[in-house]
């Protein structure tokens, strides 16, 4: 099996290459439907799974696309990074959360105006985690959205910090140091603090290390860009294990060890699997990834998770809608809804974020006089 990890798009008006990683779509594709069917009837075997996935893949990339940038050009442009994040993020979360907000008058649930400012400024997580009464329809997806934005606003800083002032082959021992205190701190909460398993579900100070494992694998032997390699035994053998450990933490239902030990094993299971998706994205586990149908769920996989739960309980509550009946009709009209934000909203942002990631996204590798990650 030939290893493709990393793939180079000409486009015709740029004639500049797109950097593009295989088998993300199709990940993407993934955690979107765990999340979905957990809306409608899965939570209590698959929980929040789909979401981890989600974090560790913006972790992932997010960084990867970051140390390509400062590796090849000895510096990372704060304003395209948020600019970019702001054109990737913001339309069409507004526009559904206005759509929500719309859709709780028209079923005649409560909202508060409270609950809506905290959603608009990324608060939702805590909201949800002290709280959870008052926000628009379907709307509790956002705390996932406001833990990544926290993420966004403060992981560049930090990553420029520790490039330039740290080896670049510590940062990823720095990360995993993180992660560790993070899961001790969820052990703190839940077992001294007595907070509540809501609590460390949700919020950023206890879900961040989800992300910040995709991290270390793009700063680790990240299988996307120029550089050492694991030998193909190693990372199938690897595979096989993850596998096993993710079906375990799915299996358990030992509350503490669910909201303590799960998400660190789960980032530390998830990592093995990304290797081998990338690395190999025609063998066989994978090749499903790359079919069109499910290509085409990872590219609208963003409205798909914003607008599904809103259309599921706007289903429920106005249409009483049930059982299989609720599943199908949610899932069409959910697709549907998300194409058609995919297409008026998504696309033509990410035109323009294309023009603003011109320059980052032509570098090769590694340039002279720059230091080089593991």
Not at 203 to 216: A, E, K, P, Q, Y
Not at 221 to 245: C, K, T, Y
């Amino acid at each position: 099996m030939a290893s493709t990890p990393t793939s180079w798009n000409v486009t015709s008006a740029s004639k500049k290459p797109e950097f593009y990683i295989p088998s993300l779509d199709g990940l993407r594709a993934i955690a979107v439907m765990i999340v979905f069917f957990s809306h409608v009837g899965l939570k209590g075997r698959i929980g929040g799974f789909g979401v981890t996935i989600f974090f560790f893949l913006s972790g992932f990339l997010i960084t990867t696309l970051l140390r390509r940038e400062m590796e090849g050009t000895g510096r990372v442009s704060l304003r395209k990074f948020y600019l970019r994040r702001v054109l990737r993020i913001f339309p069409p979360m507004y526009l559904v959360l206005g759509l929500a907000a719309l859709a709780t008058v028209f079923v005649g649930e409560y909202l508060s105006p409270r609950v809506l400012v905290l959603q608009v400024f990324h608060l939702t997580n805590y909201h949800v985690a002290f709280d959870g009464t008052g926000a628009a329809i379907g709307t509790e997806v956002l705390w996932s959205l406001a833990v990544e934005e926290h993420f966004y606003l403060l992981f560049p800083l930090a990553f420029i910090a520790l490039f330039s002032t740290a080896r670049p082959r510590r940062l990823p021992v720095i990360l995993l140091v993180v992660c560790a205190g993070v899961l001790v701190w969820r052990y703190i909460a839940l077992t001294q603090l007595e907070l509540s398993p809501t609590y460390t579900t949700h919020v950023t100070d206890t879900r961040i290390d989800s992300i910040l494992f995709g991290c270390v694998l793009a700063l680790w032997r990240n299988p996307a860009v120029p550089g050492p390699r694991f030998s193909p035994a190693l990372v199938w053998g690897a595979f096989s294990v993850a596998i096993l450990v993710l079906g375990a933490t799915l299996v358990a239902r030992d509350v503490l060890f669910r909201e303590t030990a799960r998400y660190t094993l789960q980032g530390l299971a998830l990592a093995p699997v990304f290797i081998a998706a990338v690395s190999f994205p025609r063998a066989l586990p994978f090749r499903f990834l790359n079919l069109t149908p499910v290509r085409w769920l990872g590219l609208i996989s963003y409205s798909l998770y914003l607008i599904h739960y809103p259309i599921i309980r706007v289903l429920e509550v106005r249409f009483q809608l049930h059982g299989p009946v609720l599943t199908v009709t949610s899932l069409v009209v959910s697709i549907a809804a998300s194409t058609v934000i995919y297409r008026a909203v998504e696309k033509p942002c990410a035109r323009l974020r294309k023009r603003l990631s011109a320059g980052a996204s032509a570098i090769p590798s590694v340039t002279r006089g720059t230091r080089e990650l593991p």
